[in-house]
């Protein structure tokens, strides 16, 4: 069985990422358009706020077309057709890499046996409806503006006890993506899900490990860790379900656990860990890319940070300005299922589809002067950083309440906060914040 497995993980890194990988390359040498996004995305070594975005290539995409047809997908960083695509019934969640032909059995077996993530079914991010309008009404109550609004002492409760733990260190330099960023968004939702605190290192242990599952073209050795983390990550929750249903209380997971739709059908045990993992994954990781990617941004223009300081009912505006200008997702796939028009161009079903999410964030169309990073900016809201339509993120109001307060209460508590030497981008091509911010507190 051990030998079945591990030609079945072979056989997916080689059909999802090895193969991708060299076409992609052989694409960029060629000068196609999107391999060279891919290409020009795949480094975490930039370490400017806002770094790393290939805004020349947004630019050239924009330019050729609402729609740019590459060898490998379609692409666009429109913004009004990255909202059309996501929001089109005939635009699919995911990247159906296709089970047809001669390697359709072969990428079948070896997918039955691909460990629970957030791109595999039944996960939210990968499910259409009714099941997706299934799930998603089971969960969306919890993270409805209201219910998060109740959440809001609590996290600033939370956020207040770091900066204390903080202050009583004797460290010169902090890691505030270790020390902050990271504990403040998983403390929350490990609460949410009736995490126990002695936990909580271990969820984002799985949360890291997990992340670069989002990306193609993974190198073997770092494949074969995201997978064992996946397992890992599965095992801890079917003790961590079992857990709860010996001794529900009022979180959101033992909601889930009891939880029936309006058939009286409960989840099922794949469902129920496809859905409570994603929630916990998604409820902090891109959350801690949001508070790191907003301390760098603020620190770089500390006029933005003074205005704030002198109008701080912007700091609602600043979080959406940082989500537009520096978004923790840079960009989400979609399948066509049926023959369709987008962007006023005929696209045949089968076909991939790529929004940039950050490209359409900088449409010059949309956002006036859009390089520029200006927290009063009033249609800052209208970004695409939480996706759109039927996918849009439910836990959008958490994170931009648990941005705006871990950013004003860090900054400030530590209004001369400075950051040192030694940030580091994390190295997720899709997942985009900081892996480490180092930072001296008092100036």
Known sequence: MKIIDEAASLTRWGLNHALPRVGIQAGARRGDLQARLIMATSTGSDSQAGGGLPLDLFEEVRASGALHKSAFAYVTATHPVVKEVLGSPDVHAGVDFGTGGLLGPV???????????????????????????????????????????????????????????????????????????????????AEILGVPHDQRDKVLEFGEGAAPSLDLGLPLGRFRAVERSLRAFERWLDDHIAAVRRDPGDDLLSQLVLAQDDDGVELTDLELKA??????????????????????????????????????????????????????????????????????????????????????????????DPQ???????????????????????????????????????????????????????????????????ARLDG
């Open 107 to 189: 990428r079948r077996w070896a997918d039955s046996s691909t460990p629970i993530g957030p791109l595999t079914p039944p996960s939210l991010l990968s499910v259409e409806p009714p099941e997706h309008t299934r799930y998603r009404k089971l969960v969306t109550r919890v993270f409805s503006v209201k219910a998060v609004r109740g959440l809001q002492d609590r996290t600033q409760d939370i956020a207040d006890q770091l900066l204390d733990d903080l202050a009583s260190s004797d460290d010169e330099t902090v890691d505030l993506v270790e020390r902050y960023c990271a504990l403040l968004p998983v403390t929350v939702i």
């Open 275 to 368: 859905t409570a993992g994603l929630v916990l994954a998604a409820g902090f990781e891109t959350t801690v890319n949001l508070l790191g990617n907003g301390i760098a941004l603020l620190h770089e223009h500390p006029e933005q940070l003074e205005l704030l300081q002198e109008k701080p009912d912007l700091w609602s505006r600043a979080v959406d300005e940082v989500l537009r200008y520096d978004p923790p997702v840079l960009l989400t796939g979609r399948s066509i299922v049926n023959d369709t028009v987008l962007g006023g161009r005929e696209v045949p079903r089968g076909s991939v589809v790529t929004t940039l999410l950050a490209g359409a964030n900088r449409d010059p169309d949309v956002f006036a």
């Open 372 to 438: 520029r990073f200006d927290v009063s900016r009033e249609n800052a809201d209208q970004h695409v950083s939480f996706s759109s339509g039927r996918h849009y993120c439910l836990g959008a109001a958490l994170a931009r309440m648990e941005g705006e307060v871990g950013l004003r209460t860090l900054l400030s508590r530590y209004p001369n906060l400075t950051l040192q030497p030694g940030a580091e981008r994390r190295s997720t091509r899709i997942l985009r914040g900081y892996a480490a911010l180092p």
